[in-house]
C-alpha cells in the first residue's frame, strides 16, 4: 500500500532491489528469507526501515565488493528494476560559450561556499526520517525561495516523498528559448551517522554538494544569466536510505516525459583526498557526458582529472541513469582515498580547515557546465 502522504508511519516496510552477485557479499543474516521477485541479474527483497542501517554499514565494509541497493515505497516499483535500463539517447556536446563561461567564472566564491557548508552541517543531522532533518529542507527552501523574488522565470517547490516527511528541493530556472528540455543539477540534502538521530553534521557528504549547487544557482543569478533550455537545481532528500528521493524525483520525471538531456550529481566535494583535483565516476553514469566534462575542465579550468568505479550505484547519478537520462558525478578523489570521516558525527568542515578550496573546484565546473548545456 502507498503511504498517505502527510500520514507517515515511520516503520512502513520497503522493497529494495539488490544486484544477485552481491547479495553473497552482505552478512547472511540480512537475507534470511526467500526474495519476492527475482531475475538473473537483480533480486528483489523485503525491509524494515530500521534494516537499512544494517545493509549499509555491511556495503561499507564489503567496500571494493561493495553491493548497492536501491528503496522503494511499493513492491510495485521495486519491480521496475528487473526491466533492463532504458539506453540514453545519443546527443552531441558542443563548446562555444566561452565569453559568457569566462565571464561568470570570477563570480564564484570560496567564502559564499563556506557559509552554506556551515549553515548545513549545524544542523544535528539531517536524517530523513527525523525532525532535523525536515528543518534543513524547510530552510533550503527559503533560502532559494528568496533567489525567485523579481524573478518570474524562477521558481521553488518542496517535491513530498510519500513515505517520509523530508523534502527534496527543486529550484527551477525556467528555460526561455527551449523550455521544455531540461538540464539537472543538484546532490543530495541528506546525512547519516549509523540510523536514527546521531549527530551527523555531513560536512562533506553532502553539505558540500549542496552548497555547491547553491553556489552555481547564486552565480547565474548575480551574472543576469538567464538559460535558453530549463535548469533545475536539486537538493535530494533520503539518499543515504537507498537513494530514494532521487528516485522518486526521476520516476516523476520519467512518467511525464520530462525531457531530461543531462543530469550532474554533486555529492562530496571538498576533501582532496587524491592527486588530482577531480574523478568522475565511471558506472551507473554517461560516458558521453563524463567525456563532455572533462573537456570543459581542460578548455576552461585547466584542473587534473580521471575517474573511477565504484562498483554500484553508490549516488543520486543511478536513479538517473537507470530511467535512461544521462547523468555524471564529479568526486572529490578516487574510491579508496575518499574522505574517511563520513557517515560520522566528525564529518565536519573544520576537517578542511574550514575552508571550501577543492568544493571551488566543482562549483566552476558545474556553472561551464550549466552554460554549455542550457545554450
Ligand atoms: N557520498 C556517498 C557515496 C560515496 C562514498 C561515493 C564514498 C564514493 C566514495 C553516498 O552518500 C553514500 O553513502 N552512498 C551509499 C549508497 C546508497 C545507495 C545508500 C554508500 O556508498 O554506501
Ligand atoms: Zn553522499
Redesign the pocket.
Known sequence: MPAVPGRVDLEQPVWVSVEKGDVAALDEALFKSAPLAQNQRVAIYKFAPSELGRL?DG??RAMRR?P??FAYDTLEAALEDLKTPPEPQARAYSLDQGVRVRELLPLVKEESIVSAITSLSSYRNRYYRGATGVDASKWLQQLWGSYAEGRPDISVEAFKHAAFQQESVILTMRGAAEPEKVIVIGG?LDSIAGSGDNPAPGAD??ASGVAVTNEIIKVLIAGGYRPAKTIKFMAFAA?????RGSGDVSAAFQKEGVKVEGMLNL??TNYKGSEKDIYFVSDNTSADQNAFLGKLIDTYLGYTWGSFK?GY???DHASWSKKGYPASTP?EST?EQ?NPY??KAVDTLAQTGGRAEHSLKFARLGLAYAVELAK
Open positions: 549499509a556495503m561499507h561493495a548497492g541497493f543530495h557528504d553532502n539518499e543515504e536510505a537507498g537513494l555529492d562530496m565504484c550505484g553508490c549516488s568526486f574510491y575518499c563520513i557517515h
